[in-house]
Protein backbone atom coordinates (compact mmCIF):
# COMPACT_ATOMS: atom_id res chain seq x y z
CA UNK A 1 0.00 0.00 0.00
CA UNK A 2 2.58 2.59 0.38
CA UNK A 3 4.64 1.25 -2.21
CA UNK A 4 1.91 2.14 -4.18
CA UNK A 5 1.26 5.60 -2.84
CA UNK A 6 4.99 6.48 -2.71
CA UNK A 7 4.89 5.59 -6.63
CA UNK A 8 1.51 7.20 -7.27
CA UNK A 9 2.27 10.03 -5.52
CA UNK A 10 6.05 10.70 -7.05
CA UNK A 11 4.56 9.72 -10.83
CA UNK A 12 1.86 12.65 -10.15
CA UNK A 13 4.04 14.87 -9.06
CA UNK A 14 6.39 14.86 -11.41
CA UNK A 15 4.10 15.20 -14.45
CA UNK A 16 1.39 17.85 -12.66
CA UNK A 17 4.87 20.15 -11.44
CA UNK A 18 3.56 22.24 -9.24
CA UNK A 19 6.50 23.90 -7.90
CA UNK A 20 7.21 24.09 -11.65
CA UNK A 21 3.98 25.50 -12.90
CA UNK A 22 3.92 28.13 -9.93
CA UNK A 23 6.01 31.00 -12.04
CA UNK A 24 3.60 30.39 -15.05
CA UNK A 25 0.71 30.63 -12.59
CA UNK A 26 1.73 34.37 -11.32
CA UNK A 27 2.43 35.08 -15.19
CA UNK A 28 -1.10 34.75 -15.89
CA UNK A 29 -2.38 36.43 -13.00
CA UNK A 30 -0.32 39.14 -12.78
CA UNK A 31 -2.51 41.44 -13.29
CA UNK A 32 -4.79 39.99 -11.28
CA UNK A 33 -5.74 41.75 -7.38
CA UNK A 34 -4.58 38.85 -4.46
CA UNK A 35 -8.13 37.78 -3.99
CA UNK A 36 -8.58 37.29 -7.79
CA UNK A 37 -5.08 35.29 -7.51
CA UNK A 38 -6.65 33.01 -4.54
CA UNK A 39 -9.83 32.25 -6.74
CA UNK A 40 -8.07 31.47 -9.74
CA UNK A 41 -5.63 29.07 -7.89
CA UNK A 42 -8.57 27.74 -6.18
CA UNK A 43 -10.41 26.76 -9.35
CA UNK A 44 -7.87 25.90 -11.57
CA UNK A 45 -7.03 23.19 -9.36
CA UNK A 46 -10.41 21.86 -8.67
CA UNK A 47 -11.06 21.57 -11.95
CA UNK A 48 -7.51 19.66 -13.57
CA UNK A 49 -8.28 17.51 -10.28
CA UNK A 50 -11.82 16.57 -11.88
CA UNK A 51 -10.38 16.10 -15.62
CA UNK A 52 -7.95 13.80 -14.12
CA UNK A 53 -10.66 11.89 -12.23
CA UNK A 54 -12.72 11.61 -14.98
CA UNK A 55 -10.40 9.86 -17.14
CA UNK A 56 -9.21 8.07 -14.15
CA UNK A 57 -12.85 6.29 -14.13
CA UNK A 58 -13.54 6.39 -17.32
CA UNK A 59 -10.37 6.54 -19.25
CA UNK A 60 -10.05 2.74 -19.37
CA UNK A 61 -13.54 1.98 -21.40
CA UNK A 62 -12.69 5.01 -23.63
CA UNK A 63 -9.35 3.43 -24.67
CA UNK A 64 -11.14 -0.07 -24.79
CA UNK A 65 -14.08 0.65 -27.19
CA UNK A 66 -11.42 2.13 -29.07
CA UNK A 67 -9.56 -0.95 -29.26
CA UNK A 68 -6.43 0.45 -27.57
CA UNK A 69 -4.64 -2.69 -25.63
CA UNK A 70 -2.94 -1.66 -22.47
CA UNK A 71 0.50 -2.46 -23.19
CA UNK A 72 -0.12 -0.55 -26.22
CA UNK A 73 -1.76 2.31 -23.96
CA UNK A 74 1.84 1.92 -21.12
CA UNK A 75 4.39 2.21 -24.30
CA UNK A 76 2.74 5.54 -25.48
CA UNK A 77 2.37 7.02 -22.44
CA UNK A 78 6.14 6.18 -21.64
CA UNK A 79 7.25 7.64 -24.76
CA UNK A 80 4.84 10.92 -24.02
CA UNK A 81 6.67 10.86 -20.75
CA UNK A 82 9.83 10.46 -22.08
CA UNK A 83 9.35 13.41 -24.19
CA UNK A 84 7.94 15.49 -21.93
CA UNK A 85 11.29 14.32 -19.10
CA UNK A 86 13.80 15.72 -22.23
CA UNK A 87 11.57 18.66 -22.36
CA UNK A 88 11.86 19.76 -18.62
CA UNK A 89 15.84 18.64 -18.82
CA UNK A 90 16.46 21.12 -21.61
CA UNK A 91 13.95 23.95 -20.08
CA UNK A 92 11.82 23.13 -23.42
CA UNK A 93 8.85 22.50 -21.05
CA UNK A 94 9.03 25.84 -19.40
CA UNK A 95 9.57 27.76 -22.51
CA UNK A 96 6.36 25.69 -23.98
CA UNK A 97 4.27 26.32 -20.58
CA UNK A 98 5.24 30.17 -21.55
CA UNK A 99 4.07 30.24 -25.04
CA UNK A 100 0.58 28.47 -23.89
CA UNK A 101 -0.31 31.20 -21.27
CA UNK A 102 -0.66 33.82 -24.55
CA UNK A 103 -4.25 33.69 -24.81
CA UNK A 104 -6.87 36.37 -24.29
CA UNK A 105 -9.16 34.55 -22.53
CA UNK A 106 -11.75 35.35 -19.51
CA UNK A 107 -11.41 32.41 -17.63
CA UNK A 108 -7.71 31.61 -17.10
CA UNK A 109 -8.57 29.17 -14.33
CA UNK A 110 -10.15 26.61 -17.07
CA UNK A 111 -7.39 27.20 -20.31
CA UNK A 112 -4.68 27.47 -19.74
CA UNK A 113 -3.95 26.43 -15.81
CA UNK A 114 -6.36 23.79 -15.50
CA UNK A 115 -5.55 22.28 -19.07
CA UNK A 116 -2.87 21.89 -20.44
CA UNK A 117 -0.75 23.12 -17.61
CA UNK A 118 -1.98 20.93 -15.27
CA UNK A 119 -4.02 18.29 -16.61
CA UNK A 120 -2.31 17.75 -19.89
CA UNK A 121 -1.93 14.67 -22.30
CA UNK A 122 0.91 13.40 -19.87
CA UNK A 123 -1.33 13.62 -16.64
CA UNK A 124 -3.80 12.24 -17.86
CA UNK A 125 -1.99 9.21 -19.42
CA UNK A 126 -0.47 8.72 -16.33
CA UNK A 127 -3.69 8.68 -14.55
CA UNK A 128 -4.96 6.26 -16.62
CA UNK A 129 -2.03 3.84 -16.95
CA UNK A 130 -1.52 4.37 -12.61
CA UNK A 131 -5.36 3.12 -12.16
CA UNK A 132 -5.21 0.12 -14.57
CA UNK A 133 -1.88 -0.95 -13.10
CA UNK A 134 -3.08 -0.96 -9.30
CA UNK A 135 -6.03 -3.19 -10.48
CA UNK A 136 -9.42 -3.75 -9.21
CA UNK A 137 -8.36 -3.48 -5.51
CA UNK A 138 -10.47 -0.74 -4.22
CA UNK A 139 -8.36 0.21 -1.28
CA UNK A 140 -5.18 0.13 -3.35
CA UNK A 141 -7.30 2.52 -5.73
CA UNK A 142 -7.95 5.18 -2.66
CA UNK A 143 -4.37 4.89 -1.99
CA UNK A 144 -3.85 6.22 -5.71
CA UNK A 145 -6.46 8.29 -5.51
CA UNK A 146 -4.97 9.62 -1.93
CA UNK A 147 -1.90 10.65 -3.58
CA UNK A 148 -3.33 12.66 -6.85
CA UNK A 149 -5.57 14.69 -3.79
CA UNK A 150 -2.61 15.39 -2.18
CA UNK A 151 -0.67 17.16 -5.10
CA UNK A 152 -3.66 18.98 -6.14
CA UNK A 153 -3.45 20.24 -2.70
CA UNK A 154 0.43 21.00 -3.10
CA UNK A 155 -0.09 22.51 -6.54
CA UNK A 156 -3.13 25.01 -4.55
CA UNK A 157 -0.52 25.90 -2.08
CA UNK A 158 2.73 26.43 -4.60
CA UNK A 159 -0.25 28.81 -6.53
CA UNK A 160 -0.98 30.48 -2.96
CA UNK A 161 2.22 30.76 -1.99
CA UNK A 162 2.90 32.95 -5.08
CA UNK A 163 -0.20 34.66 -4.97
CA UNK A 164 0.96 35.99 -1.56
CA UNK A 165 4.46 36.40 -1.56
CA UNK A 166 5.42 37.41 -5.24
CA UNK A 167 9.02 37.94 -4.26
CA UNK A 168 9.88 34.13 -3.47
CA UNK A 169 9.22 33.02 -7.43
CA UNK A 170 12.79 32.39 -8.48
CA UNK A 171 13.80 31.24 -11.74
CA UNK A 172 16.83 29.52 -11.33
CA UNK A 173 15.83 27.67 -8.45
CA UNK A 174 12.78 26.18 -10.89
CA UNK A 175 14.97 25.38 -13.21
CA UNK A 176 17.44 23.84 -10.86
CA UNK A 177 14.20 21.26 -9.47
CA UNK A 178 12.66 20.93 -12.85
CA UNK A 179 16.27 18.77 -13.94
CA UNK A 180 16.17 17.02 -10.84
CA UNK A 181 12.74 15.73 -11.48
CA UNK A 182 13.28 15.42 -15.08
CA UNK A 183 15.61 12.65 -14.44
CA UNK A 184 13.20 11.11 -12.05
CA UNK A 185 10.29 11.20 -15.08
CA UNK A 186 12.60 9.62 -17.77
CA UNK A 187 13.00 6.88 -15.48
CA UNK A 188 9.32 6.32 -14.69
CA UNK A 189 8.54 6.70 -18.19
CA UNK A 190 11.56 4.22 -19.45
CA UNK A 191 9.85 1.66 -17.06
CA UNK A 192 6.60 1.75 -18.70
CA UNK A 193 7.48 1.25 -22.15
CA UNK A 194 9.81 -1.90 -20.87
CA UNK A 195 6.55 -2.85 -18.67
CA UNK A 196 4.20 -2.61 -21.84
CA UNK A 197 6.66 -4.69 -24.36
CA UNK A 198 7.14 -7.09 -21.55
CA UNK A 199 3.68 -7.66 -21.38
CA UNK A 200 3.03 -7.37 -25.03
CA UNK A 201 5.23 -10.35 -25.47
CA UNK A 202 4.12 -12.14 -22.14
Known sequence: MLEIFIQTFVLYFVVIDPIGSAPIFFVVTKNFSTEGKIKTAFNSTIFAFLVLVFFALLGNYIFNHLNITFPALKIAGGIILFIVSLEMLFNKRQERKEENTKFDTENVSVFPLAIPLLAGPAAIISVVVSVSNIGNNYINQIVGMTSLVIVMSITFVAFFTVSKFEKLVNK?????????????LAGLSVQYILDGISEFIG
Not at 172 to 184: D, N, T
Open 172 to 184: KLVGIFSSIIAII
